[in-house]
């Protein structure tokens, strides 16, 4: 009964989606509002469609209704709760639903808004929205469709499907297949909604920019009136990305937090281009330039999103054959290619009226090194896509396949993310329009002398690492950059206005959200730099087997091996935990409990490891093997992972700063900057 | 010449300089990518194609993929040697589904003693998910001594391949 409610509404949702379009497309035919306004009325229908039918895969998940093949697949007796409810992502078809349910959210969001000045742009952004959830929708009914059920026929044959064969009887299996035990932690409620609220929010400045292009307003409304949307969206898929390090981290027993894996790439690529978006429109709204290239990353950023979601979803990635084996891989190239060609046909079409409003001059300017920084993001965009796709490419041309791994990644795009490293503290400081060395070195040399000391007190320290030294100054510069404009912001401030710090310090960033924003946010990039420099560059390991009671030691650690207990839970499984007690330089800091968990119901085991977290780095004890108790012991790897933490804190700081930056301002919109030759002898004037 | 660079250069000039910066850059990304792919390439092969290539791969980083022969594993849990052999598995997503799915594959892989095998030899720690007719892909080079000296181990279960469609429940 569910299940057939369950497609039925899905169904509903797609004669809805296709009438908006039509009626979208009428109303602009015959320049009627009211045919407009109940397409948009039709949008607002879709979101309360879809909920049903989500609601029906949750109570499907939930009651254990394993006749229906997707509950089957990711459920299964001994899963608590949390994780039958969270199992509505946990497969293909599954997260398909939930993917149109967060679009139609979207959608409905932006159709609530006011749209008195932007009339123009609604048919289009209805339709665009329309067409997008109509593409999704169709692929749950027609293609993976959740719903359908095991079914014995009188032959004795098996078969999946949704509606009954003739005289063929239910198939009520008594358990299921239970989710990878991988995703039974909980990672699996925040990481992918995170990561799918992200690709899908990255619709509504694509929406914009295409109605943009064909009502012919190609000024920068479109820009201004997405740009919380599209901070948003970002903040949404960049919470994403840590999170997904942060469980790999926690879970996958490695002790790393990033592989270049092609699904990992899947969303870095987007998040590459989305980012560089988010700063050329800047130059846009201060400038009047880059107008084409600002609709050229939007397209990048939402076919980025495309590709992903195909990449991961069709199979591809095993084998360019494997491809066609469901239809999924061919209706998403299609769909691909569709929006790429239709919105850059429309790009041409309106080329001529995207103009520049000016010109750069100079190349110390910022939107010069905007420009700069734009570069070095398409450039690490081009190092990932190539990775990626390599295998793709070289076994479709030679026959061959031939992967590149994370040493390939470090290698080409390691210099790229030092110089953004570099403009990230040093941007801030130049000015739009111009800027020389001389204004620069100004702004720059009290901060840039503090990093040397820095720089030299790590030398004496005992570093010797080329690489190590120079991504710690390049940090310690951004940092001291950061705090000196702080500093200098408060205190002129307080000059003006004579009050204390805290609120000077409060007023100063709210008269100025996105700049000092856009501060906080590089500082958490620079604290997960620091994480990240921490772990690659300095990490100690070491492995060893040994009995209850004796001990392992790494640097200034010693762990002692306690006992193994070994028990069942209620959740299906056996575990092995190890008690250890470590010690630090002679102190003891306390016990750890590495465990393996094996799964009954899967048969897979897992490894959870004990890890001790501080500032300075993480303890990372993994159990990795053992045997009766007759034998030699218990096998242990410990990981030392210096300054770990400041990646994950340095993630806090980065969503704090996007918050402040997406804060509604209270000043008026950001207005052009002119540059003219009397501007710049009076700011020269100024020093 | 002046510092600030804005005296009577005429437009033109202006734009130059940003169009070789850019270049450069370009140039750049370009050198990075090409000396690291092909510093970091590593051939996808099965067990056959190394079979066949015999000296070819010698010091080549190579991604094999193949079944494990569980009575082959041997592990030292104090040096934290591993070694196991592996049989060839075809690599042909079609040809794997014609044969009945990757679970049979795994299965006859192992069964069947006529199918080419190498030996493997990797350092580090036991990877949960090695048992019999596990589908193992490694990351490595053949060694002279005819055995393959893995970098990398990575494990798929066996259990991921079952059957589609499950038995019906016994109460009915």
Redesign the interface.
Known sequence: MIENLGFGVLVITLIVCIYGIFASFYGLRKNSLAWVESARKAMLLTFPLITLAVISIVILLVSGR?DVQYV?NVTSNTMPLYLKITALWGGQSGSLVFWSWLLAAFTTAVTLRKWNRDREFLPWVIIIGLVTLVFFVSLVVFVENPFVR?W?TPTGG???SMFQPVEALL????DG?GLNPLLRHPGMIIHPPMLYLGFVSFVIPFAFAIAALITGRTDDRWIRVTRRWTLVAWLFLSLGLVLGSRWAYDVL?WGGYWAWDPVENAAFMPWLTGTAFLHSVMIQEKRGLFKRWNIILIILTYSLVIYGTFLTRS?VL??V??FA?SAIGPLFFIYLTFTMVVSLGLLLYRWSSLRSEG?????LSRE?LF??NN??FM?IL??TF??TN??LIS?LFTG??????P???N???G??FAGLLFLMGVAPLSAWG?S???TLGKALWKPLVGSLLVLVAMYVGGIRQWGALLALWLCALVIFITLYEYIRGVLARQRRSGEILPVALWNLASRNRRRYGGYIIHLGVVLMALGIIGIEMFQTET?A?IPPGGSIQLGQYEVSFTRLDLFDTDDGRNVARATMSVSQNGRPVGDLFPR?DFYYD??????IPGVRSTLEDDLYI?L??WEPITS?GV?F?VYRNPLINWLWIGGFVFILGTLVAAWPDKDPEPTRVSVS?RN?ASR?ADG | MT????TNKP?RG??A??LV??GL??I??IY??V???Q??????MTVEEMNQKGDAVLGRAI?VSGAVVGESIR?D??T?QLEFEIAHIP????EI?DQGGMAVVLHKAVNNPSLPRIKVTYSG??P??MRNEAQAIL?GKMGEDGIFHAD?LLLK?P?RY?E????????G
């Open positions: 394993y089957y095991f014995q098996r078969v999946v198939i009520n299996p008594p297949r027993g199979g095993s084998s054959h494997a084996q010109t750069m001059h100079s190349v010069a420009l700069l570069l070095l450039g081009a190092v190539w990775g390599f295998p076994e061959q396949k031939v992967t590149v791994g040493a390939f990644y290698r080409s795009a210099p790229l111009h020389t060395v001389k492995q087997t393996r899967s048969g897979q085991p897992m490894t993994l990795v093997d030699t096998t790897k030759r710049i020269q | 510092i600030d660079g804005f437009v202006g734009r300089k940003f910066g850019g850059i370009i750049a990304v990075l990518i000396s690291s792919a510093a970091s390439a590593q051939y996808f991604r592990y849990s104090t934290f690599a042909d997503n079609q589904s720690v036991k949960d998910l990351t990398e279960c259990t079952e589609e469609i499950p038995d019906q429940a016994v109460d």
